[in-house]
Nanobody, 120 residues
Framework: QVQVVESGGGLVQAGESLRLSCAASGSRYSIGVMGWYRQAPGKQRELVASITSLGRTTYTDSVKGRFTISRDNAKNTVYLQMNSLKPEDTAVYFC??????????????WGQGTQVTVSS
């Protein structure tokens, strides 16, 4: 299986920045899409940003122009640079990794989450 570990969360003031990182390990097979989701109290988990193995990105409308997703394929790591943070960005952020694993079967792995809190 693929293990996914997030880091970089914390408490910041509105307008400040954070960079989240997510490292995938335990797989000798290809990783396809890597993405970041978030879940705030009382709300459903939503996709924040995703990036393909070739670098094509998508963002939810509320973070466009503020967040940037990137990846380092050599390190099996995906990053989320979050600038101009707002209180409404407060949530637990989860990393998701999808790809093709053992026996050519697809996998879909999630990290444990990292808390991002933005104060006003």
């Amino acid at each position: 299986q693929v293990q996914v570990v997030e880091s970089g969360g914390g408490l910041v003031q509105a307008g400040e920045s954070l960079r989240l990182s997510c490292a995938a390990s335990g797989s000798r097979y290809s990783i396809g899409v890597m993405g970041w989701y978030r879940q705030a109290p009382g709300k459903q988990r939503e996709l924040v940003a995703s990036i393909t193995s070739l670098g094509r990105t998508t963002y939810t409308d509320s973070v466009k122009g503020r967040f940037t997703i990137s990846r380092d394929n050599a390190k099996n790591t995906v990053y989320l640079q979050m600038n101009s943070l707002k209180p409404e960005d407060t949530a637990v952020y989860f990393c998701n990794v999808q790809g093709i694993g053992r026996l050519a079967l697809p996998y879909d792995s999630w990290g444990q989450g990292t808390q991002v809190t933005v104060s006003s």
